[in-house]
T-cell receptor
């Protein structure tokens, strides 16, 4: 599967637990983006990462949320001490390296649906 | 003023008709514009990208960009019931770097 991969597809957590969402970009892509889609709302940017670097985290809530994209392995979006308001679909997208044609086209993974009980 | 605005719809068209979806954006120096299709419960799927003024055609889809009017549209010819989905306009606002700013989406319903 050459597309963006996310797991788990569905995640249920109780209030106060931690949620870890994983994203593997499309083959050959080096830029990863996380977006959140709340019920009945639009897609909102959260964070943009390249390998071992956070490039733009302007959309990340100030507390409880963190993201990383290590040298090896998938990108991780981590939500500590989840609350009911964190229930949403979390999408990861990836794009090719800068300098390539169409480098700013972003392709989305299937998403992780987080439900906080 | 919202950065990217779309009419939420629903826009209803009969099968075989042309569906016209519109989007306006606030940033005059935006460089890149995208249309995504999102079926209920699924992830956004990139269907068109456009970077310069004018029209860009791909199969039944045509994207139109007018930077002077800060307007981008998507035309779907010969609409099919399978085109029924939410269409998201996304703009790469220059001052925001690589991130995409999305409109709220327009719901399209194609009636057979």
């Amino acid at each position: 599967n050459a597309g963006v991969m996310q797991n788990p597809r569905h995640l249920v957590r109780r209030r106060g637990q931690e949620a870890r969402l994983r994203c593997s970009p499309m083959k050959g892509h080096s830029h990863v983006y996380w977006y959140r889609q709340l019920p009945e709302e639009g897609l909102k940017f959260m964070v943009y990462l390249q390998k071992e670097n956070i490039i733009d985290e302007s959309g990340m809530p100030k507390e409880r949320f963190s993201a990383e994209f290590p040298k090896e392995g998938p990108s991780i979006l981590r939500i500590q001490q989840v609350v009911r308001g964190d229930s949403a679909a979390y999408f990861c997208a990836s794009s090719p390296p800068s300098g390539l044609a169409r480098h700013n086209e972003q392709f989305f993974g299937p998403g992780t649906r987080l439900t906080v009980l | 003023q919202k950065e990217v605005e779309q009419n939420s719809g629903p826009l209803s068209v009969p099968e075989g008709a042309i569906a016209s979806l519109n989007c306006t954006y606030s940033d005059r120096v935006s460089q890149s514009f995208f249309w995504y299709r999102q079926y209920s419960g699924k992830s956004p799927e990139l269907i068109m990208s456009i970077y310069s003024n004018g029209d860009k055609e791909d199969g039944r889809f045509t994207a139109q960009l007018n930077k002077a009017s800060q307007y981008v549209s998507l035309l779907i010819r010969d609409s099919q019931p399978s085109d029924s989905a939410t269409y998201l306009c996304a703009v790469n606002l220059k001052e925001y770097g690589n991130k995409l700013v999305f409109g709220a989406g327009t719901i399209l319903r194609v009636k057979s």
